[in-house]
């Protein structure tokens, strides 16, 4: 079970380990401790690193560079591909442009976070040839500085490409046609079997190739976790010290990585990264791109999949709302059958979902939206970005003559589970032009809902914000600039 690390052109055997290690307590005991542990949970990126791994277009392959949160991916998802870390830039002595850019333009004062700050920039040096603000917000929005402020290192991130096509090539760029051919080479499609033996028990590690293998292991093996990015489960293992006996990951799973564009549908399958799904859900809910940017991190959405965050069964996760008001449905499997279901009656109550014993999500079917339908999203945080949200809200509009024909509405945080409001949508179809819509829609929802309180919001919170985004999204309807419409997103 080999990998690529950094420069080395020899591959590194990640060798017989413990499946619930993650990649960043590899790297720390093995005396690469550039990358350092922050937060344990995907919050703060100073233990950001970049992954390399070959994707095939077109028939043709190259070679993609992602930053990740390593104390959330297990190490045996490093198999097949190329690990950069901080330690893998130097090259002849000599800082690596996004080092040097750190370095001239003051951005580092402590220290701690920079090595993070320092690999997205990696990332993005690899993957673009100029770049805007915009562009560097989003490749650093996983990364917090507690000391130094944003300014520099924002100036970093310009500076980095102001010569960079003078500037002689990186070891990576020099050297990626070699990097491709040991990577392919790497790319073994064979299933990975082991166990692991510690004290008086085993702890197993699968990862099939092939969805026929998946779905034997899964009916064989009574005790499983499937793991796809596992940004929600690892935090299990890093933050509860849970130990799984029987990790099954689905990352080499290739029909579960699949996208499939068609006339009348898109079918996303369920280990494809939110990232690598966003240009196909953009292009057709236009929407969901400011959505997505509030979503999570650039290293989040590069490792996280559509499919675990509905898996999970979390009731405040993003998608699920999103998806049921698209009317969207998922492909079970077990063995060597599949159902379809619609996604709302996924779930039966908090964390417990329909899925039996052995079946899986193979895939998430969304129809595409005719030319009478309008999406519309919003989130409630703490944070404007990157945080868990108290209320998730999507309204899927179908229109007639200018006047709403349906609506399609379901929430996130309002209950315990992810759940379509049927009771507003019959209301907002009668009373939708109503001008007291806000205080008349929190009767409605006051009668649907019973929201818990948690350290995010109280239960009055989220029935008061919930009504004044349905009068928020009526307005947006009907055209109202979003510059706006800020009341409506704060209580009355």
């Given at each position: 079970m080999y990998f690529l690390l950094n420069q080395n052109s020899s591959p590194t055997d990640l060798g017989l380990i413990n499946p619930n290690t993650t990649v960043l307590e590899w790297l720390r005991s093995n005396q690469l401790v550039g990358t350092k542990e922050?937060?344990?949970?995907?919050?703060?990126?100073?233990?950001?690193?970049?992954?390399?791994?070959?994707?095939?277009?077109?028939?043709?392959?190259?070679?993609?560079?992602?930053?990740?949160?390593?104390?959330?991916?297990?190490?045996?998802?490093?198999?097949?591909?190329?690990?950069?870390?901080?330690?893998?830039?130097?090259?002849?002595?000599?800082?690596?442009?996004?080092?040097?850019?750190?370095?001239?333009?003051?951005?580092?004062?402590?220290?701690?976070?920079?090595?993070?700050?320092?690999?997205?920039?990696?990332?993005?040096?690899?993957?673009?040839?100029?770049?805007?603000?915009?562009?560097?917000?989003?490749?650093?929005?996983?990364?917090?500085?507690?000391?130094?402020?944003?300014?520099?290192?924002i100036a970093a991130a310009f500076s980095m490409f102001d010569n960079k096509n003078d500037e002689p090539l990186d070891y990576y760029k020099k050297n990626k046609k070699q990097i491709t051919d040991i990577l392919g080479k790497l790319n073994n499609p064979e299933h990975i079997s082991l166990s692991f033996k510690k004290s008086n028990k085993t702890i197993k590690y699968d990862a099939p190739s092939t969805i026929d293998e998946l779905s034997n292991i899964l009916i064989n093996n009574t005790s499983t976790n499937i793991i796809a990015a596992g940004t929600d489960l690892s935090l299990e293992i890093t933050q509860s010290m849970k130990e799984f006996s029987h990790i099954v990951s689905v990352?080499?799973?290739?029909?579960?990585?699949?996208?499939?564009?068609?006339?009348?549908?898109?079918?996303?399958?369920a280990a494809v990264s939110y990232e690598d799904a966003a240009s196909c859900l953009i292009s057709n809910w236009p929407d969901l791109a400011a959505f997505l940017q509030r979503f999570a991190s650039l290293p989040i959405k590069n490792?996280?999949?559509?499919?675990?965050?509905?898996?999970?069964?979390?009731?405040?996760?993003?998608?699920?709302?999103?998806?049921?008001?698209?009317?969207?449905?998922?492909?079970?499997?077990?063995?060597?059958?599949?159902?379809?279901?619609?996604?709302?009656?996924?779930?039966?109550?908090?964390?417990?979902?329909?899925?039996?014993?052995?079946?899986?999500?193979?895939?998430?079917?969304?129809?595409?939206?005719?030319?009478?339908?309008?999406?519309?999203?919003?989130?409630?945080?703490?944070?404007?970005?990157?945080?868990?949200?108290?209320?998730?809200?999507?309204?899927?509009?179908?229109?007639?003559?200018?006047?709403?024909?349906?609506?399609?509405?379901?929430?996130?945080?309002?209950?315990?589970?992810?759940?379509?409001?049927?009771?507003?949508e019959d209301f907002l179809l009668k009373h939708w032009q109503n001008d007291d819509i806000a205080s008349l829609s929190y009767?409605?929802?006051?009668?649907?809902?019973?929201?818990?309180?948690?350290?995010?919001?109280?239960?009055?919170?989220?029935?008061?914000?919930?009504?004044?985004?349905?009068?928020?999204?009526i307005l947006m309807y009907l055209g109202e600039s979003i510059e706006n419409l800020a009341e409506y997103t704060h209580l009355n």
């Open positions: 922050g937060c344990g949970s995907g919050d703060c990126g100073a233990c950001t690193a970049v992954i390399g791994e070959i994707v095939t277009s077109n028939k043709t392959s190259k070679i993609e560079y992602k930053s990740i949160n390593t104390c959330m991916a297990l190490a045996y998802g490093l198999v097949g591909k190329h690990l950069v870390t901080v330690e893998g830039l130097m090259e002849d002595d000599k800082l690596h442009p996004s080092q040097k850019a750190m370095v001239l333009e003051n951005g580092s004062q402590c220290g701690f976070c920079t090595p993070g700050f320092v690999m997205s920039l990696f990332a993005l040096y690899q993957n673009k040839n100029s770049v805007n603000l915009h562009q560097i917000n989003e490749a650093l929005s996983g990364n917090l500085c507690r000391c130094t402020g944003y300014k520099p290192i990352n080499k799973v290739i029909e579960l990585k699949e996208i499939k564009d068609g006339a009348n549908e898109i079918e996303i399958g490792w996280a999949t559509i499919g675990g965050n509905i898996a999970n069964a979390s009731p405040i996760g993003d998608m699920p709302p999103v998806l049921i008001a698209l009317d969207a449905k998922l492909k079970l499997r077990k063995g060597v059958d599949s159902r379809i279901i619609n996604l709302e009656d996924l779930k039966i109550t908090y964390k417990k979902t329909v899925i039996q014993q052995g079946e899986f999500i193979e895939s998430i079917i969304i129809p595409k939206p005719n030319g009478n339908q309008q999406l519309i999203t919003h989130k409630m945080s703490k944070r404007y970005e990157d945080d868990i949200s108290a209320v998730c809200m999507a309204i899927n509009i179908s229109s007639k003559n200018n006047k709403p024909e349906s609506f399609k509405i379901a929430f996130g945080g309002m209950s315990g589970i992810p759940q379509r409001s049927e009771k507003l009767k409605v929802l006051n009668e649907e809902f019973s929201p818990f309180t948690d350290v995010r919001a109280s239960s009055e919170y989220r029935l008061q914000v919930s009504a004044n985004l349905v009068k928020k999204t």
